[in-house]
């Protein structure tokens, strides 16, 4: 039985290597630096959003001879001058938050396996937009389908290296409650780790969309109103990933908090079971 079971571990030591080498090569360093340039994209494509959406609501004030789009235009920028100070001063409490609350795990076994089935899950989407180019000859969707893929990677790289990035400390020693707790502790600080990485692309897909229409208004001759409505979908997503470090950092206290709620009862459950 031992040597059927080291045949078969073949393939779990082929995995942990390209696992390690995925870790060596995109190391936290590295991947923290990429979360500080998608937080600068971020703010940086929010101002640009606010001058764009100002700029296009005066040609479309002028075009059309309506005072109502110059408005538009203004409290526009505005709301996005706001919302983005508001959004900075949250993403850096949502820095500390992260680096300062420490959470235990038994291993890494969560760790890789969840970062294992993201990769997969991008190589696999991948595969599928080159099997769907194939045959129905899309490249455009190949490209969306390539550009979801990679950004799935990037969220399987980001999980891989979450241990060094969310201050998790591997105690073997621990009970199944306090695992459950350290789960729970990581899957909240994971997704606040996130946040600048969907705040950046999430900025940079609204401004490639609507500087698309822009183009095609342009190019085609129609009135800038045109513009504005066609690409009211993506304005407003901007609007909401602007916001996103702002509302993730308040989901995360409120999460925080039922998990603290949790460990008290822990506590209390073991201080019972120490005095019986």
Same mark, same amino acid.
């Given at each position: 039985?031992?040597?059927? =079971?080291?045949?078969?571990?073949?393939?779990?030591?082929?995995?942990?290597?390209?696992?390690?080498?995925?870790?060596?090569?995109?190391?936290?360093?590295?991947?923290?630096?990429?979360?500080?340039?998608?937080?600068? @994209? +971020?703010?940086?494509?929010?101002?640009?959003? &606010?001058?764009? +959406?100002? @700029? #296009? &609501?005066? @040609?479309?004030?002028?075009?059309?001879?309506? $005072?109502?789009?110059?408005?538009?235009?203004?409290?526009?920028?505005?709301?996005?001058?706001? *919302?983005?100070?508001?959004?900075?001063?949250? &993403?850096?409490?949502?820095?500390?938050?992260?680096?300062?609350?420490?959470?235990?795990?038994?291993?890494? !076994?969560?760790?890789?396996?969840? !970062?294992?089935?993201?990769?997969?899950?991008?190589?696999?989407?991948?595969?599928?937009?080159?099997? /769907?180019?194939?045959?129905?000859? +899309?490249?455009?969707? $190949?490209?969306?389908?390539?550009?979801?893929?990679?950004?799935?990677?990037?969220?399987? *790289?980001?999980?891989?290296?979450?241990?060094?990035?969310?201050?998790? =400390? %591997?105690?073997?020693?621990?009970?199944?409650?306090?695992? &459950?707790?350290?789960?729970?502790?990581?899957?909240?600080?994971?997704?606040?780790?996130?946040?600048?990485?969907?705040?950046?692309?999430? *900025?940079?897909?609204?401004? #490639?969309?609507?500087?698309?229409?822009?183009?095609?208004?342009?190019?085609?001759?129609?009135?800038?109103?045109?513009?504005?409505?066609?690409?009211?979908?993506?304005?407003?997503?901007?609007? %909401?990933?602007? /916001?996103?470090?702002?509302? !993730?950092?308040?989901?995360?206290?409120?999460?925080?908090?039922?998990?603290? /709620?949790?460990?008290?009862?822990?506590? @209390? !459950?073991?201080? %019972?079971?120490?005095?019986?």
């Amino acid at each position: 039985m031992n040597i059927i =079971e080291e045949k078969t571990a073949i393939v779990s030591r082929l995995i942990d290597g390209l696992l390690n080498k995925l870790h060596n090569t995109f190391t936290a360093a590295t991947c923290g630096k990429h979360l500080a340039l998608f937080r600068t @994209i +971020g703010h940086t494509g929010t101002l640009i959003a &606010g001058v764009l +959406g100002l @700029i #296009i &609501g005066i @040609i479309a004030a002028i075009e059309s001879d309506s $005072f109502a789009m110059f408005l538009i235009g203004i409290v526009w920028l505005l709301a996005l001058l706001i *919302i983005d100070y508001v959004s900075r001063r949250f &993403g850096k409490i949502s820095e500390h938050l992260v680096s300062s609350t420490k959470s235990y795990l038994s291993s890494n !076994a969560y760790i890789e396996a969840i !970062a294992l089935l993201v990769l997969v899950a991008s190589f696999a989407l991948l595969g599928f937009g080159l099997y /769907a180019a194939i045959k129905i000859g +899309g490249m455009g969707d $190949f490209f969306k389908i390539g550009a979801w893929s990679v950004w799935l990677f990037y969220i399987g *790289i980001l999980t891989l290296n979450a241990g060094e990035l969310l201050n998790v =400390e %591997i105690k073997k020693e621990l009970k199944a409650e306090e695992e &459950g707790v350290g789960l729970l502790e990581f899957n909240a600080k994971s997704m606040l780790l996130a946040v600048p990485f969907y705040f950046g692309s999430g *900025i940079l897909f609204g401004l #490639i969309n609507i500087l698309w229409y822009i183009f095609q208004a342009t190019g085609s001759g129609q009135p800038f109103a045109y513009v504005v409505m066609e690409s009211m979908p993506y304005f407003l997503t901007i609007a %909401i990933v602007a /916001a996103l470090p702002f509302l !993730a950092c308040l989901a995360f206290l409120i999460l925080y908090a039922s998990i603290a /709620a949790v460990k008290a009862l822990i506590r @209390i !459950a073991s201080a %019972i079971d120490k005095k019986d």
